[in-house]
């Protein structure tokens, strides 16, 4: 106890100190410690996954699984914000409310520009959303069918959501995990659409096909005997992406609870053809889409105009190992940055790359030039350097001796957090994780924010996203060896929260 207030002492001198010379912002203008800066976070209570997303008329809808009542998991709701830039949120109503079918889980949302489903008109054809109904009753009892999928729809572009009157849209089969319908849109050979719901089943994913978004019926399944199997596969989505040789590829997002490859939740992908409804793998390797331990559940933003043709993908920033354990106080986990995924090819095998998006260049508050040991600006901003030879060691760190050690040896790309702050509440946050990286790195760009740190390799080929909480934010950067041109670039804070 001593010693705790003999050092928290010593650094808030140290803090003024720095702030006398150096006007420095250490806490966000909302006045919480860790309230994220510019990632998104709920204004209060309990937040998981990314939920719904679409893009309506230039704003980014995003929704999240949201329990208003408390900072810990309870009954789920889709909390709603939007976005022109993805970075700055506007807070909204409550979109969808647990009724009498259970709590509302997760799920997409996509245009249905035709009004296939005739919930709409020609004219103002609807948005449906499609997300999975957990009864809460039936999951305490011995039922295996209280999963069941229902869709939602507006008519206003998004502001405000109606559950379809004949829900559940597919009823439970007798298996108790199924959710977390991904809808997309695909056309058959005959230039016809159809819709195809990427469902996650125990530790399986199955495909179901419909006509108009309201009757569905099985088309295929995918996972045995391929893939990690750690615990149930969740919050999946299926992609189409170009390779780097121009050929078109699908990519199938599956992330596993626990069983990723540092503890607890982690997003894995597979490679391959979709055919006649059925997902086919070019190989049986496994690949996970960051290799941190706190980015989960993430999926895409459906209805992208092809103008931009991005494939732009938002994390859940935590893991269920922790997340209801983390030292905030109002409100509890934020989303990762957006990113842009594209594949790219590592002698002969493709991989998936993470971009951080290019609009977080338009927050930047201001870009300076560092030497090898430097100050900080405060605790929202991005590191970059060009990587000299292979390897690197880096680290940011405060006066009271937290650090977050960053460093690529022998091909294996490290960030350690076992120092970095706050560990207390489990004892498998404080931990080194590695990644296997065979490839050159040339370079290093690093975002950090009040309570994470997220690591792009050559702009994010190896990504590894993790959460930290200093007792005090972190003051200064040192780069012990292979490193190059550094410079940091301080954040604007663009969260709007009322607190
Ligand atoms: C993933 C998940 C989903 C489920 C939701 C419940 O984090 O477990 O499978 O729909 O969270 O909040």
Redesign the pocket.
Known sequence: MIRKAYIFIFSSCILLACCQSDPIVFESPTGEKYRSEYHFTPEKAWM??PNGMVYIDGDYHLFY?YYPDSTV?GP?HWGHTTSKDMLTWEHKPIALYPDSLGYI??GSAVFDSNNSSGLGTESNPPYVAIY?Y?DPVGAKSNSTTFQTQGIAYSLDKGESWTPFENNPVLENPGIRDF??PKVMKMSREDGSDYWVMTL?VKDEIHFYGSPNLIDWEKLSDFGKNIGAHGGVW??PDLLQLTAPNGDEKWVLLV?L?PGGPQMG?ATQYFIGEFIDGEFVPDDEMIRWVDYGPDN??GVTWSNIPDSDGRTLFIG?MSN?LYAQLVPTETWRSAMTIPRELTLFDVDGTLLLKSRPVEELKSIRKKSFTISDISELPGQAFEFNAEVESDSFLFKIYNEAGEEIVFSKENGLVTVDRSNAGRKDFHPDFAASHSAPMSWEANHVRVFVDANSVELFINDGELVMTSLVFPENPYTNISVENGLDDLSIQSMKSVMNHSK
Do not use: G, K, P
Request: net charge negative; aromatic share 24%.
């Open positions: 998981n996954d699984q998991w789920m889980f997760s999975t957990h959710r977390d996650a969740e919050c992330s609870n939740s989960y559940a859940w269920w």
